[in-house]
Nanobody, 127 residues
Framework: QVQLVESGGGLVQAGGSLRLSCAAS????????MGWFRQGPEKERNEREF???????????YYTDSVKGRFTISRDNAKNTVYLQMNSLKPEDTAVYYC?????????????????WGQGTQVAVSS
């Protein structure tokens, strides 16, 4: 079992920055992939989209095209925490952001491979 708790969301103007954090507990943190997903306003859970993923060691990262160059995923295995640094935010980044743990596969962008999810943190970007 893995427990995940996100923090760091909020309201920011377009062009601004936020850093999300996700604290994990329950299993050896460095042993699995972590990902960030987001669910936009009026979107259903099955429309939750992949944002970024990072390998257990932190040596490999992967991003969806719309955030490349703006968002950075990182992890601190000593603190059992994964981060999402979001810069140059746009109104279309407005969503609830979820961190998730993929404990069994190597596919970072495959939502169905993530068995554990946090409760989400709201990010709102005003124009």
């Amino acid at each position: 079992q893995v427990q995940l708790v996100e923090s760091g969301g909020g309201l920011v103007q377009a062009g601004g920055s936020l850093r999300l954090s996700c604290a994990a507990s329950g299993r050896t943190f460095s042993g699995y992939i972590m990902g960030w997903f987001r669910q936009g306003p009026e979107k259903e859970r099955n429309e939750r989209e992949f944002v970024a993923g990072i390998s257990g060691s932190g040596g490999t990262t992967y991003y969806t095209d719309s955030v490349k160059g703006r968002f950075t995923i990182s992890r601190d295995n000593a603190k059992n925490t994964v981060y999402l640094q979001m810069n140059s935010l746009k109104p279309e980044d407005t969503a609830v952001y979820y961190c998730a743990a993929n404990t069994w596969s190597t596919l970072m962008a495959q939502k169905s491979h993530y068995a554990y999810w946090g409760q989400g943190t709201q990010v709102a970007v005003s124009s």
